[in-house]
């Protein structure tokens, strides 16, 4: 999300004759926008402000600004002590921002605005991507969730979808733009609902565009996963045999604690289904561990629905309070090396789940969109299942953004190996 807000920024400063520069000695605009979901990305932000602050102090026409949702929380700790911030601008306000930098001009004091709005969801206003593969494409915004450990809704709104004409015509735009895939992003982006119309509805139409190879999107809430979505995932080829489905926690306890709406049995009934609907599916998760009150038979809990899953992935985090939220307000925080063990043996588990996940791929061929170089040897690409598993194989006579057959040799770690499919059969 933030990655496809800032190529809305850049194609408004665009607009306005700016250009992007990778030297940072040679910005004249140095703009940070990141999430503030986790405590790590505020700390990273404020050691970046310092280091932009120095630059400042060297040549003060620089103007600093701090964007999206750390804008949104943080707006009074920027005003109040790191006064070289010329511009605080919340996650509704870049449409704004050529407006403010014209006012900056006459008028040195900090512009903040970090107002949220109902219905701004940036339609019609088509972002600056870089040349890829993949284009992320954000189709509703804010949340409604509220769950008690998330600053999000604070920080993005309340929920609002793009128009489905407006979608279909940035994506159109994407793929005659060379891009193989495309990304739908929102907060939780299977509430999507325009005019009555669902998600669901939405994921028909995209696929159906002349030139569209792949389609994934993320993050999905457990609750809006419905039959009807997984029967359209079913029917296209072009939208992807992967699901993320955050689980968050194992307990029912912490679940209700943590407002997430389902209970364990439901989710476990939900990946069973999923996996009948979609077989050979990729699943993946987020899980918190240390979540205010969590004893280890809830961790255990959280455990024990790993085991009856098996996920492909997880992407895992210790609980990080948040200003704002209702978890912040538990008085049964738990310990951070408790924290830490814990996470320690649910990665462990989760390697173990990856590991046999990506056995089972072995001996099989899969179609692999190719999306870049391998990082460790350049005479092999890198690409993705459709089910979301990464595989490096040789280049042989292909080119990025080919769809190629590649048969799987091996695994190691989170990584496939394989070869291009005649080969193999040649051999």
Not at 293 to 312: A, I, P, Q, R
Request: aromatic share 8%; proline share 3%.
């Amino acid at each position: 999300m933030n990655v496809s807000d800032s190529e809305l920024v850049e194609s408004l400063l665009i607009k306005e004759g700016y250009e992007p520069t990778n030297k940072v000695n040679e910005a004249n605009l140095l703009f940070i926008n990141t999430c503030s979901i986790r405590e790590h990305a505020e700390d990273k932000v404020h050691s970046q402000l310092g280091r932009f602050n120095l630059l400042k102090r060297k040549n003060p026409g620089i103007i600093i600004g701090v964007l999206g949702c750390m804008a949104q929380s943080l707006k009074h700790d920027i005003l109040e002590n790191k006064s070289y911030v010329d511009i605080v601008l919340g996650p509704d306000s870049y449409r704004k921002l050529p407006e403010l930098l014209k006012r900056h001009k006459f008028n040195k004091k900090s512009i903040v605005d970090t107002k949220l709005s109902k219905f701004e969801v940036y339609d019609n206003l088509f972002p600056n991507r870089k040349n890829g593969v993949n284009a992320w494409v954000t189709i509703m915004r804010g949340c409604d969730k509220f769950c008690s450990f998330c600053i999000v809704p604070f920080t993005r709104g309340r929920e609002r979808s793009r128009s489905i004409d407006g979608i279909i015509n940035e994506v159109e735009s994407a793929v005659q733009n060379g891009f193989s895939e495309v990304t739908l992003l929102g907060q939780n982006v299977n509430s999507y609902n325009y005019d009555g119309f669902g998600f669901h509805i939405l994921l028909d139409n995209i696929a159906k565009i002349d030139g569209l190879n792949r389609i994934r999107y993320t993050s999905p809430h457990p609750q809006d996963i419905t039959v009807e979505l997984l029967n359209i995932m079913a029917k296209h080829d072009n939208i992807c045999n992967s699901i993320h489905l955050p689980l968050q926690s194992g307990s029912d306890k912490i679940l209700k604690r943590m407002n997430r709406t389902y209970t364990n049995a439901h989710f476990i009934n939900l990946a069973k289904k999923i996996r009948q609907i979609l077989p050979n599916v990729g699943i993946s998760t987020d899980i918190i561990v240390g979540f205010p009150g969590e004893s280890e038979t809830d961790f255990h809990d959280t455990l024990n629905v790993m085991k009856k899953v098996k996920f492909d992935s997880a992407f895992t985090f210790k609980y990080s309070p948040r200003k704002g939220t209702k978890a912040m307000e538990y008085n049964d925080q738990v310990d951070e090396n408790i924290k830490q063990k814990r996470l320690e043996k649910l990665i462990s588990l989760q390697n173990l789940h990856t590991k046999q996940r990506n056995q089972s791929l072995i001996g099989r061929i899969e179609k692999i969109l190719i999306e870049k170089e391998s990082k460790r040897d350049e005479r092999k690409w890198s690409g993705r299942t459709d089910s979301n598993k990464w595989v490096v194989f040789d280049k042989e006579n292909t080119k990025i953004k080919d769809i190629v057959d590649v048969y799987i040799k091996r695994t190691s770690g989170v990584t496939l190996f394989g070869e291009i499919y005649n080969k193999a059969k040649a051999a």
